[in-house]
Structures are given as C-alpha cells and as structure tokens.
C-alpha cells in the first residue's frame, strides 16, 4: 500500500487538501486501490504546535512514506518571524531532505477558460505540455560570490546530474506523443554544451522520440506565438522556472497549476500555489490545482495511469459543464465554492470515461 504524508498547511491549504481527499476516495472504490493517508502539522501550522515550521514529527512522518502531498504554507502572521522559523523555510527544507531534482508542471489549455487566458484562443487549442525542469543544480545552487560592485553565480552541472532529469524527460515523452524539446543556450554557455551532449547520447536509446534543441530565447518566443508545437519540455533549473512561470499564464489561474517534484524515494506533490490567505476559509479557493496534483501522484507514485487520467479527465469535463470558482469563473458559468467542485469531480470519476 503507498503510504502519503498529507500536510495540508496553512491559508487555503486544508480546504484544497481536503478536496483532494474527497476525489480520492472516489479513486479508491472505483480503482480498488487504496493509499494510506497520514497527516502532519508543516508550515505555519507547525509554528503553532510544535514551535517549528517543520517538526520532527512530521519529518518522522515523511521520511516512513512514498510521497508527500502538501497543500501550501505561509501568511502574514508569521512574516515577522526569524527566517528559519517562517513557514516557508519548512518548504526549502522538505525539498532539500528529498533531493527533488525533476520538477514537473504540467500545463493544459481548457477552452472554456478562454476568456481568462491572455492568449488567442486557436493558438492554444490543445495545448497540453509537460515542463520537466531540473531543480538541485545549475545558478541558484553554484558558487556565488560578491566583492563590492561585483557578483557572480555558477552554473555548473555533472553529466549525471544532467542525465538522471533528461532520461525522466524521454522516458515521458517515449509513452505520448514521441516529441521532445530540449531548451538550453548552448551558442553561449559550456553548461548547456554539455546538456545538449546527454540529451544526444541518451536520444539514441530512443530513436522514435523526436528531439529538438532549442535556445531557451526563442524557446519563449515559441512557447508564445506557437505553443501547440510542444509536448514534453527538459531544461535546466533557471530556464525552467522562468519558462514554467510563463507556460503558466495558459492555465488560466494559479488554482489549476499542478506539480510534481521527483527524487529519490519520496515524491513531492503540491499545487503551483500558495496558501492564498485572502481566500482562507471561505469555501473560495479553486482545489484544482491539488486534485491534479493528486493525479501525478497517482502516476507517478502509484503507478496508476488509468486513475490518473481518470481524475484528469473527471476535471476536464466538469470545467465543461461551466462549473468554475471564482478565479476562472466567466459569464455563463455556474459558480461553485472548493467542497462542491470537489464533489462534482469526485462524482464524475469513471472508469468509462474515455
Ligand atoms: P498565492 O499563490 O497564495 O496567491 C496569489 C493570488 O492567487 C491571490 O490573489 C490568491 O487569492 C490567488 N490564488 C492562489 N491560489 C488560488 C486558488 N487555489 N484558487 C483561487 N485563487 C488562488 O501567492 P501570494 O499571495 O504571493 O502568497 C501568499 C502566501 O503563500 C505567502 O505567505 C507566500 O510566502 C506563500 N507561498 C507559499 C507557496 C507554497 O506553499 N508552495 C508558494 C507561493 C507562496
């Protein structure tokens, strides 16, 4: 049985983590699998109870499962506090413990949130894209340095740090549509040469994906003015998180982001969101974001590709209907709060939806 630590934190936190809950018990009776769920106090939350963001009791929690689902953590009540002791550095904390290297955002165009995207429409009609980014190297970990009026940060990667992202972007890639963009910025820097050598060594173990390399400048360009083209995206850490915040802007909200960090043992789920205090507790926040990402964990944690899909598809079709919050609600919709989106997925799971 896969064993998840659920660490609903704060603002909004619980009440999306709850509707997960709500659409994974549906899983569960129509896929006769079962998850072992055990939550933890993380975040603000463990300020409260234990005097730390991240307790030992919850890391107990964490190191004895297979995955981790978190809803989001932070608030104003807490900013004042000592870095370490502020929700947030429970996070960094957690990712650094897991070794987290391939961050996944996944990326889908729904048509009935049209009006919300800032795009054409039949530009984006279809769009359903995979951000593999790698997230342990590269700039933001690099030697840094400052002298007066001087900085610098390294980018530096090993093959194998390179390697292990790349191989998870082919495999994925391999199992949908066989096509592969790899952005980097090879014209200019080493990092990216050496990038581009793994992407082509581990390319021949899969001559039926096509690989594209493109410069992460015009790989904005064209996740602009043609983002139909992509499917599976792998690039390195800087690149990723700008072009993934970009990509984002496709979704509609930040309430139907997505996210999947892989590692080692553990995998780390979590919408792309924070714990949007100004919605806290008002049956506001949209629970997408979480319910798809308690579908990657059925995929990649599980192993559970019908229930994933089956979660995925469930959403598509109620956003269909016009049921929407707040954040992605349009004219003709039909309002609905977290519980009863959740509900009306949760219903919606079949086995015989596809
Ligand atoms: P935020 O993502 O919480 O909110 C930004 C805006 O998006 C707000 O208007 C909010 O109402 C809206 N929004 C967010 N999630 C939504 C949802 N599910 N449904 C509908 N609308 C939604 O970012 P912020 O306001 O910059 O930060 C608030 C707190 O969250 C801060 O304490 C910050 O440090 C923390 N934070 C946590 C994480 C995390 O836990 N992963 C990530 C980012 C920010």
């Known amino acids: 049985m896969v064993k998840v630590a659920v660490l609903p934190g704060d603002g909004v936190g619980p009440e999306i983590i709850q509707a997960a809950k709500v659409v994974l018990k549906k899983v569960e009776q129509v896929f006769?699998?079962?998850?072992?769920?055990?939550?933890?106090?993380?975040?603000?939350v463990g300020y409260e109870t234990y005097g730390v963001p991240f307790p030992e009791e919850t890391k107990k929690l964490v190191e004895e499962s297979q995955a981790v689902l978190l809803g989001a953590v932070?608030?104003?009540?807490?900013?004042a506090l000592p870095r370490h002791l502020r929700p947030e550095s429970a996070l960094l904390a957690l990712r650094k413990e897991l070794g987290l290297y391939c961050n996944i955002r996944p990326v889908k165009y729904y048509e009935v949130l049209a009006e919300k995207v800032a795009w054409k429409s039949e530009l984006l009609t279809g769009v359903d894209l995979l951000i593999f980014r790698e997230l342990t190297g590269g700039a933001y970990f690099g030697t840094k340095g400052r002298k007066e009026k001087e900085a610098f940060d390294t980018i530096q990667y090993s093959w194998e740090e390179v390697e292990r992202l790349v191989r998870r972007g082919f495999a994925t890639a391999n199992k949908r549509k066989r096509i592969l963009h790899s952005i980097d910025k090879a014209n200019v820097l080493e990092s990216s040469r050496l990038w581009r050598e793994v992407v082509n060594q581990v390319?021949?173990?899969?001559?039926?994906?096509?690989?594209?390399?493109?410069?992460?400048?015009n790989a904005a360009l064209q996740l602009v003015v043609n983002p139909q083209q992509f499917d599976v995206i792998i690039t390195e850490n800087m690149f990723g998180d700008i072009l993934s915040d970009l990509a984002a802007a496709i979704g509609g909200s930040l309430g139907m982001l997505p996210s999947a960090s892989l590692g080692g043992e553990i995998n780390l789920y979590e919408p792309a969101h924070g714990s949007a205090p100004d919605l806290a507790g008002q049956n506001k926040a949209n629970p997408i974001a979480a319910i798809l990402s308690l579908a990657l964990l059925l995929r990649f944690t599980c192993r559970k590709e019908e229930a994933a899909q089956a979660v995925e598809k469930a959403t598509e079709e109620i956003l269909g209907a016009g049921c929407a919050t707040e954040d992605i609600a349009s004219k003709n919709s039909r309002v609905v709060g977290t519980r009863e989106m959740a509900e009306l997925i949760a219903q919606r799971v079949d086995r015989n939806l596809f």
């Not at 932070?74 to 900013?79: K, L, N, P, V």
């Not at 173990?205 to 096509?210: A, G, L, N, W």
């Open 32 to 44: 006769g699998i079962e998850l072992q769920l055990k939550e933890g106090a993380f975040g603000g």
């Open 203 to 217: 390319a021949l173990e899969y001559p039926y994906v096509k690989v594209e390399h493109l410069y992460v400048d």
């Open 74 to 79: 932070g608030g104003t009540q807490w900013d």
